[in-house]
């Protein structure tokens, strides 16, 4: 393939066409990523289309248009005839010229290697997740395949040394690129048009402890709801806000209604919009078993939310523990309580440890870091 770029520059001034492929555009963490880094991406030397497959989860669509990608969706309603879309995606590929495809996720980054085998085109794949999670097909599928790609991103670092642990093998290179978020988006600055207190019932003096989640197994929204009836025995004036929808959505909601939580636990169901609900929030409760770097918790802890987590996953190198929010250990969530009555009763502890979490993604996780450090990836492998 010829070289599009040269000294990291686009040749003759015409954007490099680059291709992301992923399994949904539904809201979740690597899906929401895809719009934000577009909105940041130099359009000068990178042109962006994207492929995704269930059609039914889309509520990134508009959001990629909106900052200039393209999307097109080769619909597929299981994992196996993802697969049997490579040879549409391999022609896509051709007739749009792209020059980098880049994967998310397992299913997704196996039909990109097809892709790229079939095209001769550089394959790039961000691992957002730890091997051991995944289900045995997923996991030997990925690992079958791994070294037909040309470079593999990882979130975390602990997320790399899952792969390390896994793949045992010097290719393809592995590093890490932290998740980011837009800090000027998500800021405690944001005037919301919406008063989520004032809508909610919820009085503007009290607590209010939240979450933004998917409701699936690993996010332990069960657990989650125990910690909140068993906090507001203890501080009755407490609220807690769950904003986020899923498959367990039954399940949780009997779990509520057997807790009888009703009356200070509010759901509010998927919104595309999140801001309004952290700005209602103090503290950011997470109860994952596991968990790669998560977009919901960067956001929570830019807009000043003091962070309350499980210590799963790749969570540590983002909170530390007393410094800017609390860890507990994953195996022992109900130390939650114990952790956050001491805080219920000390406000201004809460708000330090907002502001410090709030200056840790500032310095160390924003979006213009992440993309930067992606650029120079896709420069890299251009080259």
Same mark, same amino acid.
Request: glycine share 6%; hydrophobic share 40%; charged share 20%.
């Given at each position: 393939?010829?070289?599009?770029?040269?000294?990291?520059t686009?040749?003759?001034?015409?954007?490099?066409?680059?291709?992301?492929?992923?399994?949904?555009?539904? &809201?979740?963490?690597?899906?929401?990523?895809?719009?934000e880094t577009l909105?940041?991406?130099?359009?000068?030397? =990178?042109?962006?289309?994207?492929? =995704?497959f269930?059609?039914?989860?889309?509520?990134?669509?508009?959001e990629?248009?909106?900052? !200039?990608?393209?999307?097109?969706?080769?619909?597929?309603?299981?994992?196996? /005839?993802?697969?049997?879309?490579? &040879?549409?995606?391999?022609?896509?590929?051709?007739?749009?010229?792209?020059?980098?495809?880049?994967?998310?996720?397992?299913?997704?980054?196996?039909?990109?290697?097809?892709?790229? /085998?079939?095209?001769? $085109?550089?394959?790039v794949?961000?691992?957002?997740?730890?091997?051991?999670?995944?289900?045995?097909?997923?996991?030997?599928?990925?690992?079958?395949?791994?070294?037909v790609?040309d470079?593999?991103?990882?979130?975390s670092?602990? $997320?790399?040394?899952?792969? *390390?642990?896994?793949?045992?093998?010097?290719r393809?290179v592995?590093?890490? $690129?932290?998740?980011?978020?837009?800090?000027?988006? =998500?800021?405690?600055?944001?005037?919301?048009? *919406?008063?989520?207190?004032?809508?909610?019932?919820?009085?503007?003096?009290?607590?209010?402890?939240?979450?933004?989640?998917?409701?699936?197994?690993?996010?332990r929204?069960?657990?989650?709801?125990?910690?909140?009836?068993?906090?507001?025995?203890?501080?009755?004036?407490?609220?807690?806000?769950? $904003?986020?929808?899923?498959?367990?959505?039954?399940?949780i909601?009997?779990?509520?209604?057997?807790?009888?939580?009703?009356?200070?636990?509010?759901?509010?169901?998927?919104?595309?919009?999140? *801001?309004? =609900?952290?700005?209602?929030?103090?503290?950011?409760?997470?109860?994952?078993?596991?968990?790669g770097?998560?977009?919901?918790?960067?956001?929570?802890?830019?807009?000043?939310?003091?962070?309350?987590?499980?210590?799963?996953?790749?969570?540590?190198?983002?909170?530390?523990?007393?410094?800017? !929010?609390?860890?507990?250990?994953?195996?022992?969530p109900?130390?939650?309580?114990?952790?956050?009555?001491?805080?219920?009763?000390?406000?201004?502890?809460?708000?330090?440890?907002?502001?410090?979490?709030?200056?840790?993604?500032?310095?160390?996780?924003?979006?213009?870091?992440?993309?930067?450090?992606?650029?120079?990836?896709?420069?890299?492998?251009?080259?």
């Amino acid at each position: 393939m010829n070289s599009l770029l040269k000294n990291g520059t686009a040749v003759n001034n015409k954007p490099i066409p680059v291709l992301h492929i992923i399994k949904s555009l539904g &809201r979740g963490g690597a899906e929401v990523l895809l719009p934000e880094t577009l909105s940041i991406h130099d359009k000068k030397k =990178y042109e962006f289309h994207y492929i =995704y497959f269930i059609p039914w989860k889309f509520q990134m669509v508009e959001e990629i248009q909106k900052h !200039g990608g393209r999307v097109t969706c080769f619909s597929a309603n299981n994992n196996f /005839k993802i697969i049997l879309q490579a &040879r549409k995606v391999a022609a896509y590929v051709k007739e749009h010229h792209i020059q980098l495809i880049h994967c998310h996720l397992p299913w997704a980054g196996f039909v990109g290697r097809i892709v790229g /085998k079939m095209t001769g $085109v550089p394959v790039v794949y961000t691992e957002h997740n730890k091997w051991e999670r995944y289900h045995k097909l997923t996991y030997y599928l990925n690992k079958i395949s791994f070294n037909v790609q040309d470079r593999v991103i990882a979130v975390s670092e602990d $997320v790399a040394n899952s792969i *390390r642990k896994h793949h045992h093998s010097e290719r393809p290179v592995i590093q890490v $690129v932290s998740n980011g978020i837009n800090v000027e988006k =998500y800021a405690s600055s944001y005037e919301a048009a *919406r008063d989520i207190r004032k809508e909610l019932n919820i009085a503007p003096d009290a607590t209010v402890i939240g979450t933004v989640s998917v409701f699936r197994k690993q996010k332990r929204l069960d657990i989650w709801l125990e910690l909140a009836k068993a906090l507001h025995d203890k501080h009755p004036k407490t609220h807690f806000i769950i $904003v986020g929808d899923g498959i367990l959505k039954n399940e949780i909601h009997e779990k509520s209604e057997s807790l009888q939580t009703q009356g200070y636990v509010h759901f509010v169901g998927l919104q595309t919009e999140t *801001r309004p =609900y952290l700005q209602a929030m103090n503290i950011f409760m997470m109860s994952s078993e596991f968990e790669g770097l998560p977009i919901a918790l960067l956001e929570a802890m830019s807009m000043g939310c003091m962070p309350a987590c499980t210590a799963a996953g790749g969570i540590p190198e983002l909170v530390k523990d007393n410094i800017n !929010g609390i860890l507990v250990p994953v195996d022992e969530p109900g130390k939650m309580v114990e952790r956050l009555d001491d805080f219920l009763q000390q406000p201004e502890q809460v708000k330090a440890l907002g502001n410090a979490a709030r200056k840790t993604v500032t310095e160390s996780f924003s979006m213009q870091k992440m993309v930067n450090e992606l650029e120079t990836i896709y420069t890299d492998l251009l080259n």
